[in-house]
């Protein structure tokens, strides 16, 4: 069964600041990637995703992942953040069946 | 493209009574549904999936049951709430056949048990 790790729990950054989410994941084939965010109180909204082809996948928001196979990874990046990014990262993991692994979440605080 | 409607936002319930979330789906038909939880400060947690009507998989043994009487309803129950039970619950949905795991959520419901 495919996993997924964030080892970042909580990231502050200035606002204007780049801004670096790390994903670890483990399952034996090239897995379904992805990235999603949650505010406050909120819903999981879809950041961006990977099933194949190019490793630099560009999502909503002005973010963007890059899918790394050698080190099992799938970090999500924004050049440039606004306060309105403050909130709950999760990766996820899919392989194809009907069930996607969560990591545990990476909670970004941007101060002014 | 598909809407998740969740209901209620919130709720407030007694140790012991009973429990009903309700998610509808808007713009697809026959998709995969998901009930989750997620603890504060933690990650998701998947607890019933269905791949079609009366089709329940459930993830986690529990105090929680899961029953899809339409194609886009799908509702969660407990006959006796625990404090264990408490958590943010989201629905959802992916669209049928598809097989690329991509899920889209609705806006979930905040379940107090005191």
């Known amino acids: 069964a495919q996993s997924v790790t964030q080892p970042d729990i909580h990231i502050t950054v200035s606002e204007g600041a780049s801004l670096e989410l790390r994903c670890n994941y483990s399952?034996?084939?090239?897995?379904?990637l992805f990235w999603y965010v949650q505010s406050p109180g909120q819903g999981l909204q879809l950041l961006l995703k990977?099933?194949?082809?190019?490793?630099l996948v560009q999502g909503i928001k002005g973010f963007e992942a890059e899918f790394k196979r050698s080190q099992s990874s799938f970090n999500l990046r924004k050049p440039s953040v606004h306060w309105s990014d403050a909130a709950e990262y999760f990766c996820?993991?899919?392989?194809?069946?009907?069930?996607?692994?969560f990591g545990a979440g990476t909670t970004v605080t941007v101060r002014a | 493209s598909q809407t998740i409607h969740q209901w209620p936002a919130t709720l407030v319930q007694p140790v012991g009574s009973p429990l009903s979330l309700e998610c509808t789906v808007e713009?697809?038909?026959?998709?995969?549904l998901y009930w989750y939880r997620q603890a504060a400060g933690r990650g998701l947690q998947l607890l019933f999936y269905s791949v079609g009507i009366g089709q329940i998989s459930s993830e986690v043994p529990q105090n929680l049951s899961a029953s899809r009487p339409q194609d886009r309803q799908f509702i969660l129950s407990s006959k006796k709430l625990l404090l264990s039970d408490s958590g943010f619950y989201l629905c959802a949905c992916e669209v049928a056949g598809s097989a690329k795991n991509i899920q889209y959520f609705g806006a979930g419901t905040r379940l107090s048990v005191l």
């Open positions: 713009g697809t038909s026959n998709p995969n």
């Open positions: 399952y034996g084939a090239t897995p379904y």
């Open positions: 990977y099933f194949s082809g190019d490793t």
């Open positions: 996820a993991v899919g392989a194809g069946d009907y069930k996607l692994s």
